[in-house]
């Protein structure tokens, strides 16, 4: 099959999120399952001052936005962990030679709608202008949403265009796209697309909406959030759009790069330790304690890595720090995100100087040591589309108490009596978003910690896990397969 994947983020050439790795490592797994694979990304600053190496290509691309037409230059490039996958790199200076992808600390870029609705209306005319042979055109999130919904309309009547089938990935609901009425101009959509069922939502005009509505295959990055977003609780708005196209939406779980996230071959980690062997994990939880300042103890180690938002379920870590410190245990915390937990945290910490470290940074080497150092790790949040840090967890034998929302209820066990029994458990998890739950889930995994046989059993379970790549890779292929009949 041929696959083209289009993306306002792609890892090594720009980040801001999940995305960005999503994007950067499915397709070097589809090359390796012998598909052939190209790429769209807009030309970043970033790109640029990376040095990578790309090219000019003789093309110049003149596209309508509202009344003006704006002119953008292609460049080339090959993926470098690829072995033959062309990156093809819109350029638009005004639009995408910037500082950062969407926005500063002062808000979103005001032209974001039009930003991407050139980037989206750009690689349907590069496919058209270099005639390439595409089957399968995979989008991600709202900044390309719209590809499908031109190649249904505007670009309808061109014969190499239609055939070929759409697929977007929906990384997270919450992010739609969302721009003011009058933006509709500017897409150049024929304006009776602005009714409820396609584009519009509650007055705006909604690109993921459309995309949802207009492409072959919708999928997200994990079978239960597939199931959740059709529920008021977690489909943002989206619901009954995604209830009524709910024949083609899937669910396929993100993969996990085990080449940096295994304790097998972790560089950052002291000791390096694995399924037969974990005495270096023990190490790792002495040396954790020395890097974070807390006393050498007998007590478990807990860990936390994760934004400080409200969707990872930092509130009911709050409300039950008080109790949660009254047991035995210590507990590293690391993480950054919104400033009214960083102050709340602050201040907790103060409480607990022996038991509790706060790190409020991001530190990729310390999420490492948490990592590979804890041996409880915390995920309670209150939705999850797909999560990773749950999936190195069991890699690293730190047992996860998680939320049963979206990938995290796909990807962990309970350690009930039945699944203990059975071999099937991994971890500990708690079903309602109520802090209670989540000290009791934490509660029984310290009481099983103390018996160290059926401690061993869980962690050993929990290591043997497979959710690389591998596995999601052929769950796309079947469904990219299936979508060209
Ligand atoms: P999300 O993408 O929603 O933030 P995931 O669990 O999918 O959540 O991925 C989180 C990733 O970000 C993990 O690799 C985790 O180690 C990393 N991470 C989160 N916060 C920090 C931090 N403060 N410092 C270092 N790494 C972090």
């Not at 999130?141 to 977007?168: C, E, F, G, M, R």
């Not at 993480?335 to 409480?351: P, S, T, V």
């Not at 509660?443 to 869980?458: F, G, H, Q, V």
Request: with cysteine; glycine share 6%; net charge neutral.
């Amino acid at each position: 099959m041929k696959i083209a994947e289009a993306s306002s983020e792609i890892v090594p050439y720009a980040k801001t999120g999940g995305l960005a790795d999503v994007v950067g490592t499915l397709p070097l797994y589809l090359e390796k399952a012998k598909q052939e694979v190209s790429m769209f990304i807009p030309l970043y600053k970033s790109v640029i001052t990376s040095g990578f190496d790309i090219k000019l290509m003789d093309v110049t691309l003149d596209i309508p936005i509202g009344d003006a037409v704006h002119t953008g230059y292609l460049w080339k490039g090959v993926h470098p962990d690829s072995k033959d996958i062309t990156v093809y790199f819109i350029q638009h200076d005004e639009y995408y030679h910037r500082d950062a992808l969407y926005g500063t600390e002062s808000g979103d870029y005001p032209d974001n709608s039009e930003r991407f609705i050139f980037f989206s209306r750009a690689v349907i005319e590069v496919i058209k202008r270099l005639e390439l042979s595409i089957d399968v055109l995979h989008c991600h999130d709202w900044q390309t949403a719209l590809i499908p919904v031109y190649l249904k309309t505007l670009y309808s009547h061109d014969k190499n265009l239609s055939s070929i089938k759409t697929v977007l990935t929906i990384h997270n609901l919450a992010y739609q796209g969302l721009f003011w009425r009058e933006d509709m101009k500017l897409t150049g959509l024929d304006r009776t697309l602005f009714n409820w069922k396609p584009l519009e939502h509650w007055g705006k005009i909604n690109f993921l909406k459309g995309g949802i509505v207009f492409a072959d295959i919708v999928t997200t990055v994990s079978k239960k959030y597939a199931e959740e977003i059709r529920t008021a609780e977690f489909g943002c708005g989206l619901e009954i759009i995604l209830k009524e196209h709910e024949h083609k939406l899937y669910g396929i779980i993100n993969g996990v790069d085990y080449s940096e996230w295994s304790p097998e071959n972790d560089k950052f980690i002291s000791h390096k330790y694995n399924i037969e062997n974990l005495r270096g994990k023990a190490m790792c939880k002495k040396r954790l304690r020395k890097v974070l300042s807390l006393p050498q103890a007998k007590a478990p180690m807990l860990g936390m890595i994760s934004r400080l938002t409200e969707q990872k379920g930092v509130d009911l870590l709050i409300v039950i720090m008080d109790d949660l410190m009254k047991r035995d245990l210590q507990l590293a915390i690391l993480g950054i995100g919104d400033e009214k937990y960083h102050q709340m945290l602050r201040e907790i910490a103060l409480k607990y100087k022996r038991k509790l470290s706060l790190n409020i940074m991001f530190d990729n080497q310390l999420a490492h040591q948490i990592e590979a150092g804890a041996d409880i790790f915390l995920m309670p949040s209150k939705y999850e589309p797909c999560g990773l840090s749950q999936m190195y967890s069991l890699r690293y034998g730190t047992i996860p108490v998680v939320r049963e929302t979206g990938g995290l209820a796909d990807t962990i066990i309970d350690a009930n009596d039945l699944n203990l029994k059975n071999g099937t458990a991994t971890g500990f998890t708690l079903k309602g978003y109520f802090a209670t739950e989540f000290l009791f889930a934490i509660d029984r995994a310290l009481e099983l910690y103390k018996s160290k046989t059926k401690w061993n059993a869980l962690r050993r379970n929990a290591m043997k896990q497979d959710w690389s790549w591998k596995r999601s890779t052929r769950e796309y292929v079947e469904l990219f397969k299936s979508v060209l009949g």
